[in-house]
């Protein structure tokens, strides 16, 4: 099976990244694991997510910001519908980007159901994407003065580990299923020999 481009550019970029972890690491003396490496990669693949959610959630912020400073009234409250609009869009294209890319289904683990894995992907980013944003947004902005514009990029030093933690073991959390559910595929070599 030909491997597509998007594929390839992954591998390489794989082994550039392990390349650079291990030169980092050679001269404590520390190597990892393959189970190590693959869940470092995994959480790179959530960052590199989380880098295009981020772009993704900040265009929608800055778009809406603009929208209403231009048609006026939402003084005080412009920040708060921005980062809401901005979090509902923005976390629906996080789920299809971690469903797909970082937190796959295992083989020989239950099926996830897609809507309550949606359902608790949204409660997860909700706790830092509207509850701490806001609360954070409402520290920087109005308690500290900093640019309303610059405030949801402050907030990610904070958000982001909480995301990726509670996404990781909760949200995508995929239970081993039980040995009398694990179908049993036959072993190829096995069939040739009983001809």
């Known amino acids: 099976m030909k491997k597509s481009i998007g594929t390839k550019i992954w591998e390489i970029f794989e082994r550039f990244v392990l390349f650079c972890l291990r030169l980092i690491?050679?001269?404590?003396?520390?190597?990892?694991?393959?189970?190590?490496?693959?869940?470092?990669?995994?959480?790179?693949k959530f960052a590199l997510v989380?880098?295009?959610?981020?772009?993704?959630?900040?265009?929608?912020y800055w778009?809406?910001?603009?929208?209403?400073?231009?048609?006026?009234?939402?003084?005080?409250v412009d920040i708060f519908i921005a980062n809401t609009i901005a979090f509902i869009l923005s976390v629906?294209?996080?789920?299809?980007?971690?469903?797909?890319?970082v937190f796959k289904?295992?083989?020989?683990?239950?099926?996830?159901?897609?809507?309550?894995?949606?359902?608790k992907?949204?409660?997860?980013?909700a706790f830092t994407g509207l509850g701490l944003n806001n609360l954070l947004s409402y520290v920087w902005v109005a308690l500290l003065g900093i640019n309303k514009y610059i405030a949801p990029l402050i907030n990610l030093v904070i958000s982001v580990p909480?995301?990726?933690?509670?996404?990781?073991?909760?949200?995508f959390r995929q239970k081993d299923k039980e040995p009398a559910q694990i179908?049993?595929?036959?072993?190829?070599?096995?069939e040739l020999n009983d001809v």
């Open 162 to 171: 909480i995301n990726y933690i509670m996404n990781k073991f909760w949200a």
């Open 25 to 44: 690491l050679k001269p404590v003396k520390k190597t990892l694991t393959p189970a190590q490496e693959q869940a470092f990669m995994q959480f790179v």
């Open 63 to 76: 778009l809406v910001m603009l929208c209403l400073d231009k048609i006026g009234g939402f003084e005080g």
């Open 183 to 190: 179908e049993e595929k036959p072993d190829p070599d096995t």
């Open 121 to 125: 992907t949204y409660a997860a980013y």
């Open 105 to 119: 289904e295992k083989e020989d683990g239950e099926k996830r159901v897609w809507w309550k894995t949606l359902l």
């Open 92 to 101: 629906l294209w996080s789920y299809m980007l971690n469903s797909k890319l």
């Open 50 to 60: 989380g880098v295009t959610n981020t772009c993704m959630s900040t265009f929608i």
